[in-house]
C-alpha cells in the first residue's frame, strides 16, 4: 500500500472527539448579569478548541462573550482572553432532557444577550438560544435548525473548520486569530513537575492514541513506541489509559502514561513541552495546534479536506492514499462498514515512525538554528 502525506496546512478530519480528561466544576448558572454575545457551542472538545479564533474575533468586535459549552469542555476556555464566562451545560447529564433544556433557556433568558452565534448546527443549541430569547442568532445556512436563525450563513465545503466557523463573525473581522488555549501557570506548573518526577527530559515524543470512535484509533501505537528512540509520553483520557498501558509496556523504562491521570489542560501543557504528538483525528491534534507542538496526524475513515487537519507547514498528515471507501464518514464510525478497516491497519508502523522522526528533526534543527 502506499500512504499519503501532506503537510498541515488546511485540511480537516473529524475534531469530534473528547473521551474522559479529569475535569472539576458544576454546570450550575451563576446568578444574572447582563451580556452583549452569546455563543453556544456544545460539540466535542476538539471542536471548542477549533472555536477559540471564532471567541477572539467575536471579543475584538463586541467585547468578551459568554460560551455555552459541557462539563467536559469548560476547562479549555477557563480564563481564556476572548471569554467573559464559561457556561456549563451538562446536556447529557444533569441539564438532560426537555427539563434541562428549558432551565438552561430561562437561566440564559435572564441575561438578555443581545446576540447569539451557534457553531454546533444541532436543534438544541437553536432551541437554547430560542428559549433564551436572543433576538439575533447567527448560524450556518445548511444546519438542520437554519430556519430558526435571523442570520444564515453560508458553509463554505471546503478549507479549515477555522476559517468555516470565522465566517459566521460576519465580514468585520481581521486576520484568523490562533488557535489557542489560555494555559495557567499552574498548569504548567503541574507538567514540569509530573516530568521532573520522572525524570523524563525535554524533546520527548508524545503520542496519544486514543479516540471515542473506533475506526480513527491506528492500532499500532504500542509499536510505533517500541521502534522509536529516545522518552515517549502517553496522553489522553481516562477511557484511554489501558491504551496507554500497552504503550508503555511496549518501550520499557523510556514511556510514561499521563492518560487518565492528568487534567485536560495539564494534558495540553505536556503536549506543549514535546517535540512531537503523535496523534489520530481526535481532540489532542487541536490541543497540539494551540500549543504549537508540531504533530503527526494519522487519518483512518476521514480525510484532512473534511477540515480538521494539522494547521501550518510544521505537520504532517498521514492516511491510505489507496482506499476508494475513504473518507466513509464524517466523525468516524464506531466499526467499519466494511468490516476489514483498512484505511488502519495497512498504515505501517514503519510509515509513521518515520514520520515521526522527520517531524522531531526539522524542530530540532530549527531549535539550534544560529539567528541573526
Ligand atoms: S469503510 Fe474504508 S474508510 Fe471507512 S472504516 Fe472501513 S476501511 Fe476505513
Known amino acids: 500500500m502506499t500512504a499519503e502525506r501532506r503537510n498541515g496546512g488546511t485540511a480537516e478530519g473529524s475534531a469530534r472527539d473528547s473521551g474522559r480528561w479529569l475535569s472539576k466544576g458544576p454546570s450550575a448558572v451563576p446568578p444574572f448579569r447582563r451580556s452583549a454575545t452569546l455563543v453556544i ?14 471567541l477572539s474575533a467575536l471579543a475584538e468586535l463586541d467585547g468578551p462573550v459568554d460560551v455555552v459549552v459541557t462539563p467536559a469542555a469548560a476547562p479549555l476556555l477557563e480564563g481564556h482572553p476572548a471569554v467573559r464566562e464559561v457556561i456549563r451545560y451538562d446536556k447529557k447529564g444533569r441539564d438532560a432532557g426537555l427539563a434541562g433544556l428549558w432551565r438552561m433557556g430561562a437561566a440564559l433568558r435572564a441575561r438578555r444577550y443581545a446576540r447569539a452565534y451557534l457553531p454546533h448546527r444541532s436543534w438544541r443549541s437553536a432551541a437554547l438560544a430560542l428559549l433564551a430569547r436572543v433576538p439575533d442568532r447567527a448560524g450556518f445556512a445548511d444546519s438542520p435548525a437554519a430556519i430558526t ?16 466557523l470565522l465566517t459566521l463573525a460576519g465580514r468585520r473581522t481581521r486576520a484568523t486569530p490562533p488557535v489557542s488555549l489560555a494555559l495557567t501557570a499552574e498548569d504548567e506548573t503541574t507538567a514540569d513537575r509530573w516530568l521532573a518526577e520522572r525524570g523524563i527530559p525535554p524533546g520527548f515524543t508524545a503520542i496519544a492514541p486514543g479516540s ?17 528512540e529516545g522518552p515517549v509520553v502517553v496522553v489522553g483520557g481516562s477511557d484511554d489509559a489501558a491504551l496507554a498501558d500497552e504503550v508503555v509496556a511496549a518501550a520499557p523504562g523510556r514511556a510514561w502514561s499521563g492518560a487518565g491521570v492528568l487534567s485536560l489542560r495539564a494534558s495540553a501543557a505536556l503536549i506543549k513541552r514535546a517535540r512531537v504528538l503523535v496523534t489520530n483525528d481526535s481532540a489532542p491534534l487541536h490541543l497540539a495546534t494551540a500549543v504549537g507542538t508540531p504533530l503527526v496526524a494519522i487519518f483512518g475513515p476521514t480525510v484532512p479536506e473534511q477540515g480538521f487537519g494539522p494547521r501550518g507547514s510544521r505537520s504532517l498528515a498521514l492516511g491510505h492514499a489507496g482506499l476508494a471507501c475513504r473518507p466513509c464518514s464524517t466523525h468516524g464510525p464506531k ?8 484505511c488502519m491497519r495497512e498504515l505501517p508502523v514503519e510509515t509513521v515512525a518515520e514520520a515521526t522522526v522527520m517531524v522531531a528533526g ?9 539567528r541573526h
Open 212 to 228: 471515542i470512535w473506533g475506526t480513527k484509533r491506528w492500532p499500532y501505537y504500542p509499536a510505533l513506541a517500541a521502534a522509536l
Open 149 to 164: 436563525y435571523t442570520t444564515r450563513v453560508t458553509r463554505a465545503p471546503t478549507g479549515h473548520e477555522v476559517e468555516r
Open 41 to 54: 457551542q456544545t460539540a466535542f472538545l476538539g471542536d471548542v478548541v477549533l472555536t477559540t479564533p471564532l
Open 335 to 342: 466499526v467499519c462498514p466494511l468490516g476489514h478497516h483498512r
Open 362 to 370: 526539522a524542530e530540532e534543527r530549527r531549535a539550534i538554528r544560529p
